[in-house]
């Protein structure tokens, strides 16, 4: 009777569940055609190139297997039937959220629109979407403010709206969503101060902010992320101090707060922060010390604390920090020794004090770093030696010590230290034959010894130097012989600058195969011989500097090949014989200085020099007019033709008005220091009988008829009024002279009008 009752029961209850079962998935498959519906409308508003982006998104018939998008590409259900995942990152799409079906898929609990070109703004509706635990919006066109109600996504565990153009203020209530474990803002145009309700999200591991325009004060709140393991608010307006309560972050690994107006002392609770790897406050107004409790960072491999208003001297305590890689402390006003614990730092492969007021010998400690890489002490007051074993780990590539106040020889570690790339020693004291102290170095590309007291020649070593892009040995007055022709070996030189030396002999001409050379400075010695024709090879020099020597005989008329020259100084030689006229193809040409030499003949047309700003020739054997076509020259600023045998008129531009012209007796104009012209006889015989009738009789008549013709042809009715009222001003020195007139008349514009009044 039992099983009978059972099995009665079992034949009733089986239409029920039917009947629920053909419910639920009739309502299931409603919902997905509704669902699917509104993807495919939002799918239509997109940009008519994109469309074909998404075939799969079609409906029956064309979409044989059903009208559900659960088979769509980006598209994952749930066992329900429902959508719960899109992803359609770095499809293409071309559209905005306008359309975007918020309330039609409600189930939805992954988002990612990220790497598209979707513009517009973030609608509110964003807010119904209350089951969303993932939304990446990422690299996008979107701007605006970021919406209020996106703040309603309390599931939310990662948001990410980085790299957009979104603006306005991060939203107050911001602190809601308190189950957000990552948080992506960077890169966009956002303002404003940083909420305070952030400090309320206490499961936030990872928090990026950088890039923005950030403002106010950080709030002290934010010591409450006690799960923060990256901060970045970096690159933005923050001021104010760093709140002290950033020490209670104990599972903080990296704070970025560089490039921001940040002020006050850096806290010493950051000392408490154990699992701190990496730490960058740069670009700021920090001041006062360096806390001595940076040294318990026990973790820390990175401190960049450059470019602040740091002061006092460097914690000995410092050296207690034994994973540290990278330490940048330049630009500061620290002073003081540098302590020896810095020896410690085995793991160092980067240390830069550069621009500081550090003061004392270079710690002989620093030499026991067997990784370091890159070792950079210039623009500081250190005393005393270079330690003798600067490169014995073989692993230097970088070392900067110029500018400070180093004496003694070269250590003869340097001479075999192979794996140089840049070396600085520069702006010393430092002695010693510079034949002798430097070997081959087949990775270096820069060097700079100037300005030392060293002697001796220079080696022809520096020609097996395959990959030497900037050679630098000037101001060394003791350093004699000749430039050595294995120079031109080192093809891939760009800077060569042994200027004010004593060298002496010819420029070799195998400087001439020095094709990548920009930049060519050797002034100040005592070279001899002309120009080798072989320099006009070098197609990629833009500052040329042979000034001071004893060079002589004519420029090579190849200069011409010199067409990204912005700078030519051939001054105090004995160059002779007239300017070619191929300077006028050095179009990039702003400062030209030929004076003090022997040149001859007249000045060449310029008026391609259209950027020549500094023109100097003074003191040569120039003679001729000054050519009309410095009146082209708009570019001109200061000019010295002074000290030649120039004749004729000024002609007239701004710049020969202000220029130094004294010592050209043949010169008039109205220049200060100059004769006004005069019209000599010879000049009068010149002139036919009719134009001297013009301009002694009838030159009211010619200015009204000008003024006409002006109106009436040219257009150029400033110049002829000018003309006319200066021909009557009262003080007869400010009046033009019967030259300068001659010369406005016969201009082309005033004889076309002339002749089209007589006709």
Not at 149 to 176: A, D, F, M, Y
């Amino acid at each position: 009777m039992r099983s009978s009752s059972c099995m009665k029961a079992h034949f009733l209850l089986l239409p029920i569940l039917y009947t629920i079962m053909f419910c639920v998935s009739s309502t299931g498959a409603s919902f997905s055609s509704t669902e699917a519906h509104a993807l495919l409308k939002w799918k239509a508003g997109f940009n008519h190139t994109t469309n074909i982006i998404l075939p799969s998104w079609t409906l029956y018939p064309e979409n044989k297997a059903s009208t559900s998008p659960c088979t769509w590409q980006g598209i994952v259900c749930n066992h329900g039937g429902r959508v719960h995942s899109i992803n359609l990152t770095g499809l293409g799409v071309q559209g905005t959220l306008q359309e975007f079906p918020f309330s039609s898929v409600p189930k939805i609990a992954y988002l990612d629109l990220s790497i598209n070109s979707l513009g517009g703004i973030i609608p509110p509706q964003i807010g119904l979407l209350t089951r969303l635990v993932y939304l990446d919006l990422s690299t996008n066109n979107l701007y605006g403010n970021i919406p209020a109600e996106i703040c309603l996504l309390t599931s939310l565990k990662t948001l990410h709206l980085v790299e957009n153009k979104l603006n306005g203020s991060i939203p107050q209530r911001i602190g809601q969503l308190r189950s957000l474990n990552e948080l992506a803002l960077y890169t966009n145009q956002l303002e404003g101060p940083i909420p305070p309700s952030l400090g309320n999200l206490s499961n936030l591991t990872y928090l990026y902010m950088y890039g923005n325009s950030l403002s106010g004060s950080v709030p002290p709140e934010m010591g409450n992320l006690s799960n923060l393991v990256e901060l970045y608010m970096d690159t933005n307006r923050l001021s104010g101090q760093i709140p002290s309560t950033f020490g209670n972050l104990s599972k903080l690994k990296l704070l970025y707060m560089f490039d921001n107006q940040l002020s006050g002392r850096i806290p010493p609770e950051i000392g408490n922060l154990k699992f701190l790897e990496q730490l960058c406050l740069y670009g700021n107004a920090l001041g006062g010390s360096i806390p001595a409790s940076l040294g318990g960072l026990e973790s820390l491999n990175l401190l960049f604390l450059y470019e602040n208003k740091l002061s006092g001297s460097i914690p000995q305590e410092l050296g207690n920090l034994k994973s540290i890689v990278d330490v940048e402390l330049s630009g500061n006003q620290l002073s003081g020794p540098v302590p020896a614990s810095i020896g410690n730092w085995s793991q160092l492969e980067f240390l830069f004090l550069r621009s500081n007021q550090l003061s004392g010998p270079i710690p002989p400690e620093i030499t026991n770093l067997p990784k370091l890489s890159v070792l950079e002490l210039d623009n500081n007051s250190f005393t005393g030696y270079i330690p003798d074993n600067i490169c014995s780990s073989k692993s230097l590539q970088n070392l900067s010590l110029n500018d400070n106040h180093l004496t003694g020889p070269i250590p003869k570690s340097l001479r075999n230290c192979s794996s140089l790339f840049r070396l600085r020693l520069n702006g010393n004291q430092l002695i010693g034959n510079i034949s002798q102290y430097f070997g081959v170095y087949p990775d270096l590309h820069f060097i700079d010894l100037s300005h030392n007291n060293f002697h001796g020649e220079i080696s022809s070593n520096w020609g097996k130097c395959p990959r030497l892009g900037t050679l630098r040995i000037a101001g060394n007055h003791d350093v004699t012989g000749s430039i050595p022709a294995e120079l031109g070996n080192c093809t891939k030189l760009e800077e060569l600058d042994l200027s004010s030396n004593r060298l002496v002999g010819k420029i070799p001409g195998q400087i001439g195969k020095l094709t990548s050379l920009w930049k060519l400075i050797l002034g100040g010695n005592q070279f001899s011989g002309s120009v080798p024709r072989e320099l006009g090879s070098l197609s990629s020099v833009q500052y040329l500097d042979l000034s001071s020597n004893r060079m002589s005989e004519s420029i090579p008329d190849n200069l011409g090949n010199w067409v990204k020259l912005f700078y030519l100084n051939l001054s105090y030689n004995n160059f002779s014989g007239s300017i070619p006229h191929e300077v006028n193809n050095l179009v990039q040409l702003s400062s030209l200085d030929l004076s003090h030499n022997l040149f001859t003949g007249s000045i060449p047309e310029l008026r391609s020099l259209k950027s020549l700003e500094t023109l100097n020739l003074s003191y040569n054997n120039l003679n001729g007019s000054i050519p009309t076509s410095f009146e082209e020259l708009n570019a001109l600023q200061s000019v010295d033709l002074s000290s030649n045998d120039l004749s004729g008129a000024v002609p007239y531009c701004q710049a020969l008005q202000n220029a130094t012209l004294q010592g050209n007796k043949g010169l008039c104009g109205n220049v200060s220091g100059l004769k006004p012209c005069k019209i000599a006889n010879n000049h009068n015989r010149g002139l036919g009988k009719g134009v001297r009738i013009l301009l002694m009789i009838v030159l009211p008549t010619l200015s009204f008829v000008a003024f006409l013709c002006a109106i009436l042809v040219t257009g150029k009715l400033g110049s002829i009024i000018s003309l006319a009222f200066s021909c009557l001003n009262a003080n007869p020195q400010l009046r033009p002279d019967m030259l300068s007139v001659y010369q406005m008349v016969r201009r082309k514009e005033i004889n076309r009008c002339l002749k089209r009044v007589h006709n």
